[in-house]
């Protein structure tokens, strides 16, 4: 029997292999989940590198609400984007454990020029929809103000959910079929003062040729039996 001997420098090589795997596991699930504490003076609490933006007056609360905010993707999001539209820079959801708040708290959202270019560069075909548990879609949220300068939406209620940026696909340019024309009749007519030959003319002379070459004959014919 051989004995297989491991080199130590190559189990420390595989332990940091693991633990780094481990920690980049770690830190990518942490990076996408952020928790702030909102009192009962209120405040703003910022996520996503400012593009989610929760803003409560003082009184909302009476006493201290942790908020946790969970950033989502097209496929960790809870359902499918509706037909016809697409999913913008923006799906997450703001957990307050079940809390609600006594006073409207404001949750402003940023979207990009890359959405709006995505939503055929209009800003009015970007929205914020809302996921809704009953009825496992989203539904959008026409409450929603939005501010075209500082491209934003904000929403104002006194519970938290699961939001999303949604883009209207532009509706595909289709180019008309050319018309049909008419042909143009490229004849080009007698200039004034020229002859032209019609179809009538040219039977009419085959008519008077076939009376002289008639009448010739019957002249010769006449002469020789006179």
């Not at 030959?197 to 070459?213: N, Q, R, S, W």
Request: cysteine-free.
């Amino acid at each position: 029997m051989h004995k297989v001997i491991t080199s130590r420098p190559s189990m420390a090589i595989r332990t940091m292999l693991i633990l780094t795997l481990v920690f980049s596991l770690l830190f990518a699930t942490a990076s996408s989940v952020f928790a702030e504490t909102i009192g009962s003076g209120g405040g703003t609490l910022t996520f996503g590198g400012g593009d989610v933006v929760v803003t409560a007056p003082d009184g909302a609360t009476s006493s201290d609400v942790e908020v946790t905010y969970t950033a989502l993707t097209a496929a960790t999001a809870p359902a499918a984007v509706p037909d016809g539209k697409a999913f913008g820079s923006q799906i997450f959801t703001l957990d307050a454990g079940g809390s609600s708040f006594k006073q409207f708290v404001t949750i402003t959202i940023k979207y990009t020029a890359a959405d709006k270019a995505s939503a055929g560069g209009r800003d009015d075909n970007v929205s914020v929809s809302q996921y809704d548990p009953a009825s496992g879609t989203w539904i959008q949220n026409p409450s929603a103000l939005p501010n075209v300068i500082d491209r934003t939406f904000t929403v104002s209620q006194q519970t938290l959910g699961t939001y999303a940026l949604v883009l209207d696909s532009p509706t595909p340019t289709v180019t008309p079929p050319a018309p049909t024309t008419a042909p143009v009749d490229t004849t080009t007519p007698p200039d004034s003062g020229d002859f032209g030959v019609t179809t009538g003319m040219m039977l009419a002379m085959g008519l008077v040729g076939a009376f002289f070459v008639l009448g010739g004959g019957f002249m010769v014919a006449r002469g020789r039996n006179s």
